[in-house]
């Protein structure tokens, strides 16, 4: 069985799980509603920002805070979407399957991983709709959103990477969502320990999701931020393989 094999099984698991479309259409009215309310506050603001010399514009005040709501609610969806991904598998027996179908363990991991980043593309998508179909008319700063879009692309892979991992780990999907959650937002709050001692700065700093993905948000792009996201991501999907190894040895 192929990795592209790999990844259509589990896009058509995917497919026919009532979860997945019940938090697509939540998730898509919620961020609708707030879209819909951050438009209508620009365009009662517009005579306040227009007296002003460098007042924020569409970008800033509407389509960055619709992608960093859709971030906040990242946190809860994604541990759900990929709870079930290998908890699943092993919870029904069905790991025994894939290994006597040849299926090596990084591509099972790299196969469930690349159909959980086309749903929350999809996801991604829908939500940038939404911006774009205003931005168009010439009110967007597009160099700032195509940067903030990164922020969200990566922030969302690596939240897939901790879930995959996660899930990885245990044989039930509601502890392996747990686990995913908390561990996201540890490494969402880690630095917030010394910011309140009124440290600043340093390792902590650095490890935190946030300070990486509010760079982006904006709208730098710097070489550290994206290499501490393909680290996180390697990372979390080493970690799913190895765990698979370890299963595959003792069966």
Not at 84 to 94: D, F, I, K, P
Not at 160 to 180: H, Y
Request: hydrophobic residues 60%; charged residues 10%.
């Amino acid at each position: 069985m192929s990795l592209g094999t790999m990844t259509r099984l589990e896009l058509r698991r995917l497919a026919v799980r009532p979860l997945a479309w019940t938090l697509a259409a939540l998730t898509g009215a919620w961020l609708a509603w707030t879209f819909t309310l951050g438009l209508g506050q620009f365009l009662g603001a517009q005579v306040r920002l227009a007296a002003l010399a460098d007042a924020p514009g569409f970008t800033d005040l509407v389509a960055i805070p619709l992608l960093a709501e859709l971030v906040k609610l990242s946190f809860l969806v994604v541990p759900l979407m990929t709870m079930a991904s290998l908890a699943g598998e092993r919870r029904a027996g069905t790991l025994a399957l894939l290994w006597s179908a040849g299926m090596v363990p990084w591509r099972i991991v790299l196969g469930k991983y690349l159909a959980v980043l086309v749903w929350l593309a999809l996801w991604l998508l829908l939500t940038l709709a939404m911006p774009l179909a205003v931005g168009a008319q010439g009110q967007a700063d597009w160099g700032k959103l195509a940067a903030a879009t990164l922020g969200t692309a990566l922030t969302l892979a690596t939240l897939a990477a901790i879930g995959l991992a996660c899930s990885a780990a245990t044989s039930v999907p509601a502890i392996a969502a747990a686990m995913a959650l908390i561990i996201s937002l540890a490494l969402w709050t880690v630095d917030r320990g010394a910011q309140a001692a009124g440290v600043s700065g340093g390792f902590l700093e650095w490890l935190t999701l946030a300070t990486h993905l509010q760079n982006l948000l904006r709208g730098l792009v710097v070489s550290s931020d994206l290499a501490w996201f393909a680290l996180a991501i390697s990372l979390a999907l080493i970690l799913a393989t190895r765990r698979l190894a370890a299963d595959r040895e003792r069966s």
